[in-house]
């Protein structure tokens, strides 16, 4: 079993639409989450950590539940910008600080 | 405050050869990590380090594969007789000093090596 899994995707949806993708992680003692995007062939870049109490970030709301270890990723009103390949990251208990990435949802907001 | 600098950011060699990948981490950062994305995949820790030490390379292949990261200079990725399978994207992210498993990690624009 993968530590990181996520739907690959893709993800194809019009503009203006709310989107959510999902993730899940094998070691329940892990300790932080994030959600990056990374764009064609270019470096992640981090869009949001994620906390058990839920935090949002204008269109993006992101949510952990540790019960189920389970992470999610809500875009509202989605723009042609947010097309992208969204990264679930987890850094694993017991891990000095490595980041522990999914394989990516692709995202592709259509005009 | 320039970011994660990487160069070069393509890199062609044959099989054999050397590869020496450079990060220069963001001015104030302490700790650098390497990062490889094999075409089509998600991206694979491979080392951790600070100034003149490795903390964790558990992610690095056991064979020609070695990091650095010296008290001046840049962090140094060296790869010894590259294979195809060695062709990847080598991403540097650097952290400043601070609480371990909080800090933010800032990615370079990654190196493109591609064996022949």
């Known amino acids: 079993r993968k530590e990181v899994e996520q739907d690959p995707g893709p993800f194809n949806v019009p503009e203006g639409a709310t989107v959510a993708f999902n993730c899940t992680y094998s070691?329940?003692?892990?300790?932080?989450f994030f959600w990056y995007r990374q764009d064609c062939r270019k470096e992640p870049k981090l869009l949001m950590s994620?906390?058990?109490s839920g935090n949002e970030d204008g269109r993006f709301t992101a949510q952990l539940n540790r019960a189920s270890q389970y992470i999610s990723l809500l875009i509202r009103d989605s723009k042609l910008s947010d097309s992208a390949t969204y990264l679930c990251?987890?850094?694993?208990?017991?891990?000095?600080?490595?980041?522990?990435f999914g394989s990516g949802t692709q995202l592709t907001v259509l005009p | 405050n320039a970011g994660v600098m990487q160069n070069p950011r393509h890199l062609v060699r044959r099989r054999g050869q050397e590869a020496r990948l450079r990060c220069s981490p963001m001015?104030?950062?302490?700790?650098v990590y390497w990062y490889r994305q094999l075409p089509e995949e998600g991206l694979k820790f491979m080392v951790y380090?600070?100034?003149?030490?490795?903390?964790?390379e558990s992610g690095m292949p056991k064979e020609r594969f070695s990091a650095e990261f010296p008290k001046e200079g840049p962090s140094i990725l060296r790869i010894q007789q590259v294979v195809r399978g060695d062709s990847a994207a080598y991403f540097c992210?650097?952290?400043?000093?601070?609480?371990?498993?909080?800090?933010?990690?800032?990615f370079g624009p990654g190196t493109r090596l591609t064996v022949l």
């Open positions: 380090l600070q100034k003149e030490n490795i903390i964790d």
């Open positions: 990251v987890v850094i694993p208990s017991g891990s000095a600080r490595q980041l522990t």
């Open positions: 992210a650097s952290s400043p000093i601070g609480q371990a498993s909080t800090d933010t990690q800032y």
């Open positions: 001015k104030g950062h302490s700790h």
């Open positions: 070691n329940s003692a892990s300790q932080s």
């Open positions: 994620v906390y058990s």
